[in-house]
T-cell receptor, first 114, second 115 residues
Framework: DAGVIQSPRHEVTEMGQEVTLRCKPI?????LFWYRQTMMRGLELLIY????????DSGMPEDRFSAKMPNASFSTLKIQPSEPRDSAVYFC????????????FGSGTRLTVV | GENVEQHPSTLSVQEGDSAVIKCTYS??????FPWYKQELGKGPQLIID?????GEKKDQRIAVTLNKTAKHFSLHITETQPEDSAVYFC??????????????FGQGTILTVHP
């Protein structure tokens, strides 16, 4: 298995632009999580899905952030409009339905908003 | 909700020494405690985990202990090597509860092993 695949690896954008981050979970994993990592706040859970349905989006910082999971093999995290304080590394992780409860993380997308 | 505190924030050891990282959690319903290692430029990787019905678990040079009464758990690395240098995160969750096994992470420990 190729693991959790995120794209792009790096994104540099100007303030006010729309940014879309993409994630492909491991096949058979029905939980998908989006995390944001910064030095100040560590790993923050933004939103997670179970069977493509958003379960908890209480970590989404503002209405500028939105996430979708149109099918079991794809999810997006969108920021519109982006701001410099959104600069961070964004991770996607997935987990199987039972048995193994640990997450498998992707390699992350490093977002820089200038 | 759950709150996980992790100490120390940085840890420096000599190669061959042992390293211990400690975490405390607040929710007594938490029953699953994984540890992740994050190397530079990579995502966190699960290295060991423990469930609440077990007090200790070992895998080669790493071990984790759990004290449910005190609500704390620890990661022990013996015979440290330079390649153990990384950021380590503890986490806690209530698997089977209403939170769908959502992990709450500690703030991380930067471990540096000097040759």
């Amino acid at each position: 298995d190729a693991g959790v695949i995120q794209s792009p690896r790096h994104e540099v954008t100007e303030m006010g632009q729309e940014v879309t981050l993409r994630c492909k979970p491991i096949s058979g994993h029905d939980y998908l999580f989006w995390y944001r990592q910064t030095m100040m706040r560590g790993l923050e859970l933004l939103i997670y899905f179970n069977n493509n349905v958003p379960i908890d989006d209480s970590g989404m910082p503002e209405d500028r952030f939105s996430a979708k999971m149109p099918n079991a093999s794809f999810s997006t995290l969108k920021i519109q409009p982006s701001e410099p304080r959104d600069s961070a590394v964004y991770f996607c992780a997935s987990r199987p339905p039972t048995g193994e409860y640990g997450y498998t993380f992707g390699s992350g997308t490093r977002l820089t908003v200038v | 909700g759950e709150n996980v505190e992790q100490h120390p924030s940085t840890l420096s050891v000599q190669e061959g020494d042992s390293a211990v990282i400690k975490c405390t959690y607040s929710d007594s319903a938490s029953n699953y405690f994984p540890w992740y290692k994050q190397e530079l430029g990579k995502g966190p990787q699960l290295i060991i985990d423990i469930r609440s019905n077990v007090g200790e678990k070992k895998d080669q040079r790493i071990a984790v202990t759990l004290n449910k009464t005190a609500k704390h758990f620890s990661l022990h690395i013996t015979e440290t090597q330079p390649e153990d240098s990384a950021v380590y995160f503890c986490a806690a969750s209530n698997v089977g509860g209403t939170s769908y096994g959502k992990l709450t992470f500690g703030q991380g420990t930067i471990l540096t092993v000097h040759p």
